[in-house]
Structure formats: structure tokens, C-alpha cells
């Protein structure tokens, strides 16, 4: 005599992948709401600062004006220059997030929020400065957000 059988329907298979599936989905919310409080800490971090510098070609990033006034913090970390900023005064989607290397005047930048969703972006490529998407894009945009959550404020 063979032991007892067991059988799935379609249903319950589908309804124990949902279920599964649904345990992982707060985990990803909880990091993207970790990485949204940590870009929000940067944030303030960086408004504290007296420096306010112009950024020009704004309409590369979709702001209404061709320069911005900024606040900001720099960094170069293994030969690549970072810049972290945020317009003055503040405005919706006011970061700017930027990473590249000052001896081929190649940067990527972006502009984001809390949020952490890629409003626009543009590539200074030896000085020709130019609207810019697709994968790469994305993928620097990834990289450049990990880069300041990974970082400490200060």
C-alpha cells in the first residue's frame, strides 16, 4: 500500500505564491523607506550649510530656470568626484545627485526627491553637456543613490 497522496490544486498553488510573495513585499518597502529616511538626513544635513553655490544648464534637469542656487557637499572617493545637493530654497524633487571623473569632465547627474524615483537626468561628457536616459542612466542613478545611503552623515 502506497502512503496518503497530496494534492494542490491550481488554486491553492497560487494562492500560497501570493501569500509568500506578500511577506517579501513589506521587506522591500522597509528598505526603500530606510534608504528614503537616510537621503532625508543627508538632505538636512545639507541645508545647514551657509555655502550657496549656482548650478548652471537647470534645464537639463527640468527646472524652470537655466541656473539654480544650491547648497552642497562634495567628495572624491577612489578618484571619483561626488557632489550631493539641494536646491534653495527647496522645491519638490530638489536633489541633485552627481559622480564622475574632473580629468575626463565626464559627470552624470540627477534629480530626485525622498521619494528616490529619477525625475531627470543629464551627462556632461567633456563639456558638452546633454539630456540623458536609458539603462545606464538608471544603473548610475542606482549606484550614486547607494553610494550617499551607504555613507555617514557628516
Not at 36 to 46: C, R
Not at 122 to 147: H, K, L, M, T
Request: glycine residues 10%.
Amino acid at each position: 500500500m502506497v502512503g496518503p497522496r497530496w494534492a494542490f490544486s491550481r488554486r491553492a498553488a497560487l494562492c500560497g505564491s501570493a501569500l509568500a510573495l506578500a511577506g517579501i513585499a513589506p521587506a522591500a518597502t522597509q528598505t526603500e523607506l530606510e534608504r528614503s529616511k537616510k537621503i532625508q538626513a543627508w538632505m538636512n544635513h545639507i541645508r545647514t550649510t551657509p555655502n550657496v553655490a549656482p548650478m548652471s544648464n537647470g534645464s537639463i534637469l527640468d527646472f524652470k530656470v537655466e541656473q539654480v542656487q544650491r547648497k552642497q557637499i562634495g567628495l572624491t572617493v577612489n578618484g571619483v568626484q561626488r557632489l550631493f545637493a539641494v536646491v534653495t530654497p527647496y522645491q519638490r524633487d530638489g536633489i541633485v545627485l552627481a559622480a564622475g571623473n574632473p580629468d575626463t569632465r565626464t559627470f552624470g547627474v540627477h534629480r530626485t526627491g525622498t521619494h528616490l524615483r529619477r525625475v531627470s537626468s543629464g551627462r556632461n561628457a567633456g563639456g558638452q553637456v546633454s539630456r540623458w536616459s536609458g539603462p545606464e542612466c538608471d544603473d548610475d542613478f542606482q549606484a550614486q543613490i547607494a553610494f550617499w545611503v551607504a555613507r555617514p552623515i557628516g
